[in-house]
């Protein structure tokens, strides 16, 4: 038997790639030259002068993108490598974009998110005009928090659609006109509550104030209740006083539990070592607002994330009441280590102190277990770097971004730096004890930002851009893409062979609940309360290939907007496998391979980060999916309060006194899809069997009555012709047609296929939850398009017990209008069901569901069939890329 082993050994002389080959063999010595030019191996029977010349041979292999590890110098390489060429120029690979050819379309603008100067001059306007009296930076006391108004958050107001429409496709060079939308906590108002204003126009960066201004509210007066408001930042930093006033009267049980540690007040010499955690308690509604807080131990200041992991069996409950300071608000719910609730701070202590309740411990002496650093011995061949992939001839998309005027380099350095030296100022130590994921993404980012700057820098898109938004163009699919503040990625007016396939794609919600015994019992969240749209830089080797293309995106927060310059990056990647193939013959072998382009953001919430990605494919298949990792809530874990034969219903022990707890991961998606036209119809099949009369509604023709009586398999299809939802695992096809027809005279469509992992929501529509969220309850819901029905979830944490009617996709679907044949709005629900295991520690390997569009009789033929076959195209002579 003979091994033949190919080696590719990478040098990187004047910034060249120079390839070795060689051939190990085992057994009798062969020629391995052919007449197709074959390379002889040294082993082999070869001229001496061929041997000679190998080191000189230069890397060739399929054009487009190329996939090697620089370190480890090993390739599998094709037994007819083809010959080295000629030439002796040694240059680097084209980092141009296809873009020369590709005209941008500023008609697109219209979805831009608001810029730096429109947000500022919205929040001056309001100041002005009396709506509000500042923003959240203002909030620096209880009584600024409940009594006075004040802006939370700001969004582009979308343009109506037909109008939008009629722009895009030129039937009219008269844009819609701009409009934002304040969302403002009115705590001067009574009674208290939240509007969200529209303001506008908006032209040339600033409000408009001439004949055709408009405010106008898009809510009714309370219909967003005062207890129902989202929990943002400042707006909540009157809790400190409170929870630390309540967890210094347990000073004494928090040093027993976890080994010295106490917080609250200055006998706690550990304040920075534990932190507190707030999250809305499902008892809740629109009258009452009941704040859940737990402890975790942060030993050493241990970095936000990595404390989850080491719950302190301690909590209680505040109850909010505006009308009195929050130092003469009820607390109620103490429990130690799963014992009680009492009902005061007194009770608890008194129980403890007289010796008649059972006591548990945090171990913390040891806490390097919840750290990523390696740990040694390192596995054997794995300080060799991963392969990556390249473009070695121009990158296949091109971009065009928004500018407003000024270029990035102008923009994104200057105002995260003066965002960063604000929030160094503004917040003082203890303070860092608050559950604010957002200012923690901040800190984060700026420790991150000096050590990967240069190598942000080497691939930002350097011609300049504001933030608000960018158009993207590849293999015949064009889209723009933003990002709104409070939801997150935003992909509108996605084309495909200049056929509109979705007029908006965009995230609604990241929902999450948990599992367990005691206080961790019913701890949920809904992420767009922490603004999904405040994106983490980009890492490049880890978020996204070493040669993405790194965008940046506009971000509000405060009295500031800034640009951050690297939070959404743009991609060609190889799947490393076949788009088709297929063996015609021994010796011919059809086929391409498989890329596609990718959109992706990073949104790190608390502790887990939520990785959004759009994937783009040659033959016309969309995917939407998002990917979950980070660390895992855990919950504390003994055998006084969570019996073994317990555990397993609630979550997995992955530690001493540590359980990860069965959660679940729901998202949210609004699917304004547009195929062949505005007028569709969902079709749902299922495969069935029955008689030929069941499947085709007459008797069978040219079946001989034995053949017949053996039944057939057919699809049941079923017109969804109400506004309702339906879910994925009751059907094998759900495809969205069109009236229009292909050449065979099939109806034009898409088919939504979900991926693996689809939850069901399990907790019945009546729970306080399932009232809010009705979006949770099936996979595909429709909808006839309203401009008015503009998102399914509020970003709030209280959004719980009532729902509220503008953001209640229940209430969307009470009318009769007909969904036949109309412009449809398709809500889709995926996710997965998480229940952790041992391997989850320190942190997930990163997992995810999402959805894919895929063309069913669309086109007559394959959609792939206009590539070019590039498998005899060779690379340029020397690809070495710029990022090394």
Not at 173 to 188: D, E, F, V
Not at 578 to 591: C, E, L, P, Q, V
Not at 763 to 783: C, E, F, M, S
Not at 853 to 867: G, S, T
Request: hydrophobic share 35%; proline share 5%; with cysteine.
């Amino acid at each position: 038997m003979k091994i033949a082993s190919w080696l590719l050994l990478v040098t990187w002389p004047s910034s060249c790639v120079v390839a070795t080959i060689q051939d190990d063999s085992i057994g009798s010595a062969q020629d391995s030259t052919s007449n197709n030019g074959n390379i002889r191996g040294s082993n082999g029977s070869g001229n001496a002068n061929e041997e000679e010349d190998l080191p000189t041979r230069k890397l060739q292999q399929y054009p487009g993108m190329l996939s090697f590890s620089p370190e480890s110098n090993r390739i599998n390489m094709r037994r007819d490598f083809k010959p080295r060429q000629s030439d002796s120029v040694c240059s680097a690979c084209d980092n141009s974009f296809a873009g020369a050819s590709v005209m941008a379309d500023s008609r697109e603008d219209i979805f831009n998110q608001l810029s730096v100067s429109e947000y500022y001059s919205l929040v001056d306007f309001a100041k002005r005009r009396g709506l509000a009296d500042g923003t959240l930076d203002g909030v620096t006391s209880w009584n600024l928090a409940m009594n006075s108004n004040y802006v939370v958050f700001a969004q582009l107001f979308d343009p109506p659609k037909l109008e939008a429409l009629d722009y895009l496709d030129g039937v009219t060079s008269q844009p819609p006109k701009r409009y934002g939308i304040l969302t403002i906590h009115r705590g001067a108002s009574s009674p208290r509550d939240v509007m969200q204003w529209k303001i506008g126009p908006l032209r040339n960066g600033v409000v408009d104030v001439s004949d055709d201004l408009v405010i106008e509210k898009l809510v009714a007066d309370g219909e967003i209740p005062w207890s129902m408001r989202g929990q943002y930042g400042g707006a909540e930093w009157y809790l400190y006083s409170k929870i630390f006033t309540q967890a210094a009267k347990l000073a004494d049980i928090f040093r027993a539990t976890t080994g010295g540690y106490c917080v609250g007040d200055s006998s706690c010499d550990y304040t920075q070592d534990i932190m507190y955690h707030t999250s809305g308690n499902m008892n809740s509604n629109s009258t009452h607002r009941i704040t859940n807080v737990n402890f975790f131990l942060r030993p050493n200041g241990a970095s936000y994330g990595s404390p989850f992991l080491m719950p302190i069996p301690i909590s209680f409950q505040l109850v909010e009441d505006p009308e009195q300071d929050p130092s003469e608000w009820q607390v109620i719910n103490y429990e130690y280590c799963f014992q009680g609730p009492f009902r005061t701070a007194v009770g608890l202590n008194n129980r403890f102190n007289s010796g008649l309740l059972q006591t548990c411990t945090v171990p913390s002496s040891n806490f390097d277990w919840t750290l990523t650093d390696s740990v040694e011995p390192i596995r054997e061949d794995s300080r060799i770097k991963e392969p990556i992939s390249f473009h070695t001839s121009g990158k296949r998309y091109s971009i065009h971004s928004s500018t407003g005027g000024r270029r990035l380099d102008e923009v994104s350095e200057q105002h995260e730096q003066q965002h960063a030296e604000r929030i160094d100022t503004k917040i003082a130590p203890d303070e860092w004890h608050i559950s604010n994921h957002l200012r923690e993404r901040f800190k984060e980012a700026k420790r991150q930002a000096s050590k990967e700057q240069s190598k942000r820098n080497r691939n930002l898109q350097s011609s300049g851009a504001d933030g608000t938004g960018h158009q993207v163009s590849w293999m015949g699919w064009t889209f723009h893409v933003s990002s709104d503040q409070m939801h997150g990625l935003v992909i509108r007016n996605l084309k495909f062979k200049g056929e509109r396939l979705a007029y908006e794609l965009s995230f609604q919600e990241y929902f999450a609940s948990y599992s367990s015994s005691g206080s961790a019992a019913g701890v949920f969240y809904l992420d767009s309360n922490w603004e999904i749209g405040a994106l983490s830089p980009l890492v490049l080797g880890v978020d996204c290939p070493e040669d993405a293309t790194l965008l940046p995106l506009v971000q509000y927060y405060g009295d500031e907007a800034w640009v951050s310059s690297d939070v959404l990056c743009i991609f060609e990647q190889p799947y490393g496998e076949a788009m088709w193939r297929h063996g015609f013959s021994y010796n011919d072998i059809g086929g391409l391979p498989r890329t596609a382009l990718q959109a992706r953001v990073v949104s790190t919430m608390g502790n887990y980060d939520y990785i959004p990605t759009l994937s783009l494919m040659p033959d016309g298949v969309m995917e939407l999916k998002l990917e979950m990792g980070g660390y895992l809530q855990g919950g504390y874990e003994n055998d006084l309060g969570m019996p073994k034969s317990e555990t397993p219903a609630f979550g997995t022990q992955v530690r001493d006194n540590v359980a990860g707890l069965l959660h679940d991961h729901v998202i949210g998606v609004k699917a304004d899809l547009d195929v062949g036209g505005l007028r569709n119809t969902l079709m749902a099949g299922k495969v069935t069997y029955g008689t030929y009369e069941e499947a085709t509604g007459r008797p069978p023709n040219g079946l001989s009555a034995a053949d017949a009586s053996l039944g057939v398999k057919y699809m049941d299809w079923t017109t969804i012709d109400t506004e309702r939802g339906i879910s994925a695992k009751d059907y094998n096809s759900i495809v969205i047609t069109s009236p229009t027809t292909n050449s065979w005279g099939a109806k034009r469509g898409y088919e939504i296929v979900f991926h693996s992992t689809i939850p069901s929501q399990v907790l019945p529509p009546d729970h306080p939850i399932g009232k809010t969220t009705g979006w949770q309850y099936q996979n595909v819901a429709i909808t006839r398009q309203k401009d008015s029905e503009r998102k399914c979830a509020y970003p709030s944490l209280f959004n719980v017990g009532t729902p509220i009617p503008s953001f209640d996709l229940r209430a969307f679907q009470q009318g009769d209008d007909s969904v036949v044949d109309e412009d449809l709005v398709f809500w889709l629900m995926f996710g997965a069901e998480h229940y952790p295991k041992a391997e989850d520690v320190p942190l997930v390997s990163n997992f995810g569901s999402g959805f894919l569009l895929k063309p069913r009789n669309m086109y007559d033929r394959a959609a792939f069939e206009d590539l070019s076959d590039n498998r005899n195209t060779r690379h340029p002579v020397c690809v070495a890329p710029s990022i090394f």
